[in-house]
C-alpha cells in the first residue's frame, strides 16, 4: 500500500463529515421553505380591527356628508380611529408570540410588511394634519391632500398584500393586490366623477380587501404548534 493509497483513506473520514453538514445544511434550507409553505397566516385579527374601525368611520363620513347623520368633527372622529385601532393592536400583538406559527419566517415577514404600511399611513396622515394647521391665512391650500389618503393607503394594501402571496405561497393574495390598486385608482377618478361617493367607495374598498381578508385568516388559523 502507497503512502497516496493512505493519505486517501485518512482523507474520508473527513470527507463524509464535510458531505454529511452540506445535507445538514439542505435539510435545513428545506425546512426553512416548508416552514413558510405550510404555516399559515397568523395576522387576521390586526385586519379585522383596522378593516372594522376604518370602513366603519369612512361609512360614518359619507352619511354625515350626504346628511343623513348629524355632523360631528372629521378631525376628531378619525383621530379617535387612529389611537384607538394602534392600541388595540399593540394589546393583541403583545400575545402574538403564543400563537401557533408565530415564529415563522413566513408570519414575522408578512407582519414585518404590514407594520411598516400601516407607520407610514399614520405619519402620512399626521403630516397633512400638521400642514393644514400650520399654512398660513391666504396660502397654498391642503386640505384636498386628505383626498389622497385613501388611494395611497389602498396603493400601500395592494403592495403588502403581492408580498403576503409571495411569501405565504397563498397567490390568492394577488387578486387582493388586484382590487387594492383597482380601488385605488376609483377613488382618484371619483373625485371628479362623484365627490359624494368618495367616503363610500373607501369603506366599502375597506370592508373588501382588509376585513374580508382578515376574516379568512382568523378561520385558517392553525390550532396546533406549528
Same mark, same amino acid.
Given at each position: 500500500?502507497?503512502?497516496?493509497?493512505?493519505?486517501?483513506?485518512?482523507?474520508?473520514?473527513?470527507?463524509?463529515?464535510?458531505?454529511?453538514?452540506?445535507?445538514?445544511?439542505?435539510?435545513?434550507?428545506?425546512?426553512?421553505?416548508?416552514?413558510?409553505?405550510?404555516?399559515?397566516?397568523?395576522?387576521?385579527?390586526?385586519?379585522?380591527?383596522?378593516?372594522?374601525? %376604518?370602513?366603519?368611520?369612512?361609512?360614518? %363620513?359619507?352619511?354625515?356628508?350626504?346628511?343623513?347623520?348629524?355632523?360631528?368633527?372629521?378631525?376628531?372622529?378619525?383621530?379617535?380611529?387612529?389611537?384607538?385601532?394602534?392600541?388595540?393592536?399593540?394589546?393583541?400583538?403583545?400575545?402574538?408570540?403564543?400563537?401557533?406559527?408565530?415564529?415563522?419566517?413566513?408570519?414575522?415577514?408578512?407582519?414585518?410588511?404590514?407594520?411598516?404600511?400601516?407607520?407610514?399611513?399614520? %405619519?402620512?396622515?399626521?403630516?397633512?394634519?400638521?400642514?393644514?394647521?400650520?399654512?398660513?391665512?391666504?396660502?397654498?391650500?391642503?386640505?384636498?391632500?386628505?383626498?389622497?389618503?385613501?388611494?395611497?393607503?389602498?396603493?400601500?394594501?395592494?403592495?403588502?398584500?403581492?408580498?403576503?402571496?409571495? %411569501?405565504?405561497?397563498?397567490?390568492?393574495?394577488?387578486?387582493?393586490?388586484?382590487?387594492?390598486?383597482?380601488?385605488?385608482?376609483?377613488?382618484?377618478?371619483?373625485?371628479?366623477?362623484?365627490?359624494?361617493?368618495?367616503?363610500?367607495?373607501?369603506?366599502?374598498?375597506?370592508?373588501?380587501?382588509?376585513?374580508?381578508?382578515?376574516?379568512?385568516?382568523?378561520?385558517?388559523?392553525?390550532?396546533?404548534?406549528?
Amino acid at each position: 500500500m502507497t503512502a497516496e493509497s493512505e493519505t486517501r483513506k485518512a482523507a474520508r473520514p473527513g470527507d463524509s463529515a464535510s458531505m454529511g453538514s452540506a445535507q445538514d445544511d439542505l435539510a435545513y434550507i428545506k425546512a426553512i421553505a416548508e416552514e413558510g409553505r405550510n404555516t399559515p397566516l397568523i395576522g387576521g385579527r390586526n385586519f379585522l380591527i383596522w378593516g372594522g374601525l %376604518v370602513g366603519t368611520t369612512a361609512l360614518l %363620513v359619507f352619511l354625515m356628508e350626504v346628511q343623513v347623520i348629524p355632523y360631528f368633527s372629521q378631525m376628531i372622529l378619525w383621530t379617535g380611529t387612529l389611537v384607538l385601532g394602534w392600541i388595540i393592536s399593540f394589546i393583541i400583538n403583545g400575545k402574538s408570540h403564543e400563537r401557533p406559527g408565530a415564529s415563522s419566517l413566513s408570519n414575522r415577514t408578512v407582519n414585518a410588511a404590514w407594520l411598516a404600511c400601516g407607520i407610514f399611513v399614520t %405619519v402620512y396622515w399626521l403630516s397633512i394634519v400638521a400642514a393644514m394647521l400650520l399654512v398660513q391665512e391666504g396660502g397654498y391650500p391642503v386640505r384636498f391632500l386628505f383626498a389622497t389618503m385613501f388611494p395611497v393607503a389602498f396603493g400601500l394594501y395592494g403592495l403588502a398584500f403581492f408580498a403576503t402571496a409571495v %411569501v405565504a405561497h397563498q397567490p390568492w393574495y394577488r387578486w387582493i393586490s388586484v382590487a387594492s390598486w383597482a380601488i385605488a385608482c376609483f377613488l382618484l377618478l371619483s373625485l371628479s366623477i362623484w365627490p359624494d361617493a368618495y367616503m363610500l367607495v373607501a369603506a366599502i374598498g375597506t370592508y373588501a380587501v382588509v376585513l374580508l381578508p382578515g376574516y379568512v385568516m382568523v378561520r385558517n388559523e392553525p390550532s396546533d404548534i406549528v
